[in-house]
């Protein structure tokens, strides 16, 4: 028998729940020159019965003589294979039909990338489809934070990552792939395909689910790695800010519409080191690298700004919130932390009104011309319909009311809307 073009890599471990779904995935493939290896790593329920019923002659099944964990099973599948490419796949996802054709065209078409993923559609526990970087500048980019490949999503090219000895290594029994590529990319090229062609479970029994200590820890290992060809060295301290900046940008580059709080300093200052490291000593390409990073920076710098300019109108004003939602009461803890005093809230809810909440009066819209003075802080979702009824009243925005102060990273590329006339007043 010829050697198959692609060897699908699938550990499996108790997976009986959901192994027949992902076989049946791989074995639904609309291209079909591929080998599906598939190791047992000592599972003790039908996951052997479920692998042993099928009778395709592109199965190969190996059995661990013990459990040997995931990074001595995932080298043993790579040993094994015989594959021009190398795919992997987990016991408890889903291929789409075209994921194996998509890659090997790709690869084909693309002899200097090594590596490819794809977006991934999200499923279980949680929903969504996460787009990951697509470029290789992009990736390494990224990856100097967290990891940008969903495991089961990539394929590679096996000769290429023998020759550099990449395996997978035994120092990490966690984040193992993260590890992997942050090793690769300096040996080749990678990228991600901009469709989802795995549908990713997310599931209470998932090792990154159960482990997340472990994988937290693992992460951070490949993160002061990468650190140290800066020539950054952490210590307690700023390993916990090295990582509370990582989880920011991912959550600004994959979540630009949240609202994101963040108001330290702190943070700022070590993403300027990160940048003016990075551009003396030419580690990451500078424009892709502080180009992910600058949406946090810039979001930080708003927030703290915002806080700032609140606290100069409290001095003389005072400060009352419209809205006593989730919204309102976000705020309300945001501003109290600062030391800032709330006068009151404002709803439009007649029922609430000559109440208390959190300790200060509500009133309603028709007694603003009776406070002097106030500063007002919408904080509803029907922001731009009070926005119009203060402006109609006479209210200047910026001088009188600041029409939102939760903001998201997509909404800061010109931060100076929200504060440039309270400022001024």
Request: aromatic residues 10%.
């Amino acid at each position: 028998m010829d050697n198959p073009v692609v060897s699908v890599i699938m550990p499996v471990f108790n997976g009986e729940k959901f192994l027949k779904e992902a076989i049946d995935s791989i074995l639904s493939q609309t291209f079909t020159d591929f080998e599906l290896i598939i190791i047992d790593d000592g599972s003790t329920d039908h996951s052997r019965d479920i692998v042993l019923a099928y009778e395709d002659v592109r199965i190969r099944y190996e059995r661990n003589d013990q459990n040997r964990r995931i990074v001595y099973t995932l080298n043993k599948g790579l040993n094994l294979a015989r594959g021009m490419y190398v795919a992997r796949m987990d016991a408890d996802d889903i291929c789409l039909p075209e994921r194996l054709e998509k890659q090997v065209h790709f690869l084909d078409c693309n002899s200097e990338i090594g590596l490819v993923g794809s977006w991934i559609e999200v499923i279980g526990r949680t929903t969504g489809i996460v787009r990951y970087p697509l470029e290789h500048n992009e990736i390494v980019s990224h990856l100097f934070f967290y990891n940008c490949f969903a495991h089961p999503s990539v394929m590679f090219r096996r000769e290429l990552f023998l020759a550099n000895n990449l395996l997978y290594s035994n120092q990490l029994i966690e984040a193992e792939d993260y590890e992997l590529w942050v090793r690769s990319s300096k040996h080749l090229r990678m990228a991600n395909l901009g469709e989802p062609y795995l549908r990713y479970r997310m599931h209470d029994e998932q090792g990154t689910i159960i482990n997340q200590e472990r994988v937290s820890n693992f992460t951070d290992y490949t993160r002061q790695v990468q650190l140290r060809t800066l020539g950054i060295a952490l210590n307690n301290e700023t390993s916990k800010l090295h990582r509370l900046v990582c989880n920011g940008i991912y959550q600004c580059y994959y979540h630009p519409d949240a609202v994101f709080t963040e108001k330290d300093e702190q943070q700022i200052e070590w993403v300027d080191i990160l940048m003016e490291r990075n551009e003396a000593l030419r580690i990451i390409p500078k424009e892709t690298f502080n180009q992910l990073i600058m949406p946090f920076r810039r979001i930080i710098a708003t927030n703290i700004q915002v806080m700032k300019t609140i606290k100069e109108i409290s001095a003389s004003r005072p400060i009352f919130l419209w809205g006593t939602g989730g919204e309102g009461l976000e705020v309300f803890r945001l501003i109290e932390e600062e030391r800032v005093e709330v006068s009151g809230f404002i709803d439009n809810d007649h029922r609430k009104w000559n109440s208390v909440v959190n300790g200060k009066p509500v009133v309603g819209p028709n007694v603003v011309h009776s406070i002097q003075s106030p500063f007002i802080i919408i904080c509803s979702m029907f922001r731009n319909d009070i926005s119009e009824q203060l402006i109609s009243e006479g209210f200047i925005e910026g001088t009188d009311f600041m029409k939102k102060m939760l903001l998201s990273p997509g909404e800061t590329s010109s931060p100076e809307w929200v504060i440039s006339k309270a400022k001024e007043g």
